[in-house]
């Protein structure tokens, strides 16, 4: 369990990680990687009960990263649990190595093969299904982009979550706003999604997806309600973490350049000197333990 | 219509689709992590048998394929077994990314069922016929692919299925069929079973095709041409060896399939005899077309997939054959 500030700094150092990668690997989505970073850290440091010993542990916590293409965070973030050595990761989408741009089962941590956009929904809901069937009490955890909701699937999928009850499903929408081509309210609106979803039945809350403290506040109350699938509406900023990446479009995919490079790791140095600071002089907030 | 009656077998008494369905409830039976995914379709399917039995492991997913295959992929992630049933054609042009992200390309231990394979169902007419099924399965990898052609092997093969580990799909139709194998016979995944000997021709066909050849070939033995007739069951994996043994044994080959023959499974059939043993082949199936509401057996003569149709191929390659001398 990591205390507010530790998370932090684990952000900072998660976003440092991916740039790095990205860069290496010429390939990448570097502002979806930024924007969810967050919940992904919250998630595997400090909510979900599953690690490298226990990941083949039928009660074990499941994850399912439908927005398959921002791969680069969840890598990043297995190999800081110790699923596989850090120095893999710079073989991101080499030829030979199993890191390839989209989530597969082959790299150890990953539960399910996504990339597709509109595949997690069913596939978590039915693990979701499978946990109500076998009588075991773990959850599952689904991010979604916001863009992929679009894909038809998810409703489909959202129908049947609520009708077999699934409270142990918890469903993230990385609400980033901004989709390849543009505005998700200009190329296939969304709004109002925070009464669509609830219209799906969905025990709906919205939290700031780029604060640590408050994503770990919403999953400590994880069900929400007996009986409905769970849906975080996660407010969060595409590039986060870097001035000109963000809520920048052009950011979707692009790498940065070594001088695009070097600003963003001076940026990132700078907030954590800023946060270090802080903490010495606040001192640090430690939260409770999840039950 | 009594499909296998030139060939002396006694009537069907019942269709395809049923015995699906209580070999579905066999394995249910047998096996408590198999459970089945319905696209609301369970009373043509025939899926509904475990619905009656085990109604806590049955789970009508409504009318929306790409879910109930990702739910399907999830709960076989999770160690259940799931038979994930509809009409081919929903499963395969509703869903194939999910069958091809979540099943195939996850490697993921689930089966499907794809059902109403073929013209055969007749009069819903096109929206509904399963003709494209071996050549979109067919670009699925990981994809074990099954074709049962009698009660019997429908049997054996949805038990094949439900045992082998990984993702596995099987055709069933609506005709009622004869009974070709008895309890002696023996099936596996990857076994083409021969049904009938002959050294002059091979007729390699499948699903409802497999009756329609062994008349075929009676009608033809009338003739003085022996035709082996090889039930090919397993699409993928092709059992290479009798196809191979069956070119070099007869040196003229004809298949008969109840599909599209454009990425059927006659060209497969071609591509293992192309690179092991080339023989004039002939090929029975679906020109590039689709057909209008009808009753079957109009559907099969218009569309060129009777006895006559395949006995014709027979002679036109044998006479091939000859004329290479």
């Known amino acids: ?291 | 219509m009594q499909l296998g009656s030139k060939a002396g077998y006694a009537p069907a008494t019942m269709p395809l689709r049923n015995v699906f369905g209580e070999a579905l409830l066999d394995v249910a039976t047998d096996n408590p992590r198999v459970v089945v995914l319905d696209g609301d379709l369970g009373n043509s399917t025939m899926a509904e048998t475990v619905r009656k039995a085990y109604p806590e492991r049955f789970f009508n997913l409504g009318i929306a394929e790409s879910n109930l295959v990702g739910v399907g992929a999830g709960l076989a992630a999770c160690g259940l077994i799931p038979w994930i049933t509809s009409f081919s054609s929903f499963l395969l042009c509703n869903a194939y990314d999910q069958i091809r992200l979540a099943i195939a390309l996850s490697n993921i231990n689930a089966k499907v069922l794809g059902s109403h394979g073929g013209i055969t169902l007749g009069k819903d007419g096109p929206t509904q016929m399963g003709i494209e099924d071996f050549a979109l399965v067919g670009g699925l990898p990981t994809f074990t692919m099954l074709v049962p052609s009698d009660p019997v092997s429908m049997r054996a093969l949805v038990k094949l299925a439900t045992d082998h580990v990984g993702p596995v799909w099987l055709r069933s139709s609506r005709l009622p069929l004869p009974v070709i194998y008895d309890e002696e016979s023996t099936f596996k995944i990857g076994q083409a079973n021969i049904v009938r000997q002959g050294d002059d021709v091979a007729i390699i066909a499948c699903g409802i095709m497999t009756a329609i050849a062994l008349d075929a070939a009676a009608d033809l033995a009338a003739e003085g041409i022996e035709a082996r007739v090889i039930d090919l069951l397993s699409l993928r994996p092709l059992d290479v060896d009798t196809i191979v043994a069956a070119a070099r044994d007869t040196g003229a080959v004809v298949t008969a399939e109840e599909h599209l023959l454009t990425g059927g499974m006659g060209s497969n059939v071609a591509r293992v005899i192309a690179q092991h043993h080339p023989v004039p082949m002939r090929f029975v199936g679906l020109a590039d077309t689709y057909t209008e509401s009808a009753d079957p057996a109009d559907l099969l003569v218009k569309y060129h997939l009777t006895a006559d149709d395949i006995a014709a191929a027979a002679r036109d390659a044998v006479a091939a054959k000859r004329a290479q001398g």
């Open chain 1, 1 to 291: 369990m990591l205390t507010d500030l530790e998370l932090q700094l684990k952000s900072i150092e998660y976003r440092a990680t991916i740039l790095r990668i990205i860069k290496q690997a010429r390939a990448g989505h570097t502002g979806g990687d930024l924007s969810s970073i967050d919940i992904l850290n919250v998630l595997y440091n400090n909510v979900m009960q599953v690690s490298p010993a226990t990941f083949a542990d039928p009660n074990r916590d499941r994850y399912v990263q439908s927005k398959g293409h921002c791969v680069e965070a969840l890598y990043t973030v297995l190999a800081d649990q110790g699923y596989f050595p850090q120095e893999e990761l710079d073989t991101l989408c080499q030829y030979q190595s199993h890191f390839v741009g989209h989530p597969t089962r082959s790299v150890p941590g990953i539960e399910q093969n996504t990339g597709a956009l509109g595949h997690g929904l069913a596939v978590a809901g039915g693990m979701a299904l499978a946990a109500k069937l076998d009588g075991r009490s773990y959850r599952v955890f689904t991010l979604l982009g916001d863009g992929e909701l679009a894909e038809g699937s998810n409703w489909e999928a959202s129908l049947a979550a609520s009708h077999y009850r699934l409270d142990n499903l918890v469903v993230i929408v990385d609400r980033n706003r901004l989709q390849i081509s543009g505005n998700t309210e200009t190329v296939a609106p969304l709004e109002p999604l925070h009464e669509k979803f609830a219209a799906f039945g969905y025990a709906v809350r919205e939290v700031d997806g780029n604060d640590p403290a408050a994503l770990m506040d919403i999953f400590n109350r994880v069900p929400f309600e007996a009986g409905k699938p769970n849906l975080v509406l996660a407010n969060t900023v595409k590039g986060k973490g870097v001035s000109f990446m963000e809520n920048s479009v052009k950011w979707h995919h692009r790498v940065p350049t070594d001088e695009e490079y070097a600003t963003a790791m001076r940026e990132l140095d700078e907030a954590r000197a800023k946060l270090t600071a802080q903490a010495s002089e606040a001192g640090q907030r430690r939260y409770p333990v999840h039950a």
